[in-house]
């Protein structure tokens, strides 16, 4: 995903005789630092992908998904050339067990009934590699996802990242609090290390509306997402 070498992220952590910091201990702090920026910022390792869903209501990311962050649309297969189709927007689960106590239920009638479109989804911050569709599906069909994946670890100083070019400087400073860190007991080193660490969380925004970017029940504004079931 990211064009920038683990070579380039080492040349700026000033230990060109690679040895306090070792190229293989740094590219492991490297690695961390990827699946940590991933655990607080799921958009940074962001992939789109069409999606055929299983029978019933409850479907699973791909098995490199992390956590979903949205259902955008119907589609025709899961292929790349796939046809758009019905926007598909989120919905508050206490409004749809509200109005549609039964949508679970694959012999359900009415607006609830299982078929090969889906107009809502269903996401649950407690499993985030899981959602829901209404209605449920029994058929064929096809969606359009967004979902946050498992970084590939870097292997070689050669590698490049696998998350956006953007998150470079957090990754600069994790390797650096890592590194520092590892030295703490001598002076001003245990300090460096929580400044680099301060400037890493800062970097990728650790507030709760930065958080809410990346929550299908949040809209952009911030606010709980409850569209109406119905239609």
């Given at each position: 995903?990211?064009?920038i ?6 040349s ?7 040895v ?26 962001a ?22 962050i ?23 689960i206490?409004i ?10 694959p ?44 970084p ?7 590698s ?10 957090a ?21 460096r ?6 400037l ?7 507030s ?11 809209d ?5 997402a ?6």
């Open positions: 995903m990211g064009t070498t683990g070579a380039n992220i080492i700026r952590v000033q230990d060109t005789t690679s306090r910091w070792p190229e293989a201990e740094l590219l492991r702090y490297i690695n961390d630092a990827q699946r940590e920026v991933v655990n607080l910022r799921p958009d940074a390792s992939t789109t992908s069409n999606v055929q869903l299983v029978t019933g209501t409850k479907q699973t990311l791909p098995t490199t998904g992390l956590r979903l949205k259902v955008t649309r119907n589609m025709s297969d899961a292929s790349g050339g796939a046809t758009g189709g019905r926007a598909v927007r989120i919905v508050d206490d749809l067990n509200t109005q549609e106590p039964d949508w679970n239920d012999t359900v009638t009415g607006d609830a009934a299982h078929g090969t479109t889906v107009k809502h989804y269903i996401f649950d911050q407690d499993d985030p590699r899981s959602f829901y569709v209404y209605p449920g599906v029994s058929g064929n069909a096809y969606v359009e996802i967004v979902f946050s994946k498992s590939t670890d870097l292997s070689s100083t050669s490049t990242i696998d998350i956006d070019d953007t998150f470079a400087n990754i600069i400073d994790f390797v650096l609090f890592k590194a520092y860190l590892k030295d703490a007991e001598y002076a001003g080193n245990a300090q290390s929580n400044q680099h660490y301060a890493f969380n800062n970097s990728l925004g650790q709760t509306a930065a958080s809410n970017v990346t929550n299908p029940n949040f952009y504004a911030g606010s709980k409850v569209p109406n079931v119905g239609g």
